[in-house]
């Protein structure tokens, strides 16, 4: 449980960083920075399976 929610929170952090400057993902997926909305729809699944798991 414990290695779970650290790997939810690294995930978290990501995904978080990513939305904030997408050109973080940018070197991955050929220079064209993907769209902020896919960053924040990860995010929002993140955080619903850290509640879910968590019991918030």
Wanted: aromatic residues 12%; glycine residues 4%; contains cysteine.
């Amino acid at each position: 449980m414990t290695v779970f929610l650290i790997v939810i929170n690294v995930l978290f952090i990501a995904i978080l960083a990513c939305l904030i400057k997408p050109s973080f993902a940018a070197k991955y997926n050929n220079g064209n920075p993907p769209s902020r909305w896919i960053f924040f729809i990860l995010l929002l699944i993140v955080v619903a399976i850290r509640n879910a798991v968590v019991g918030l």
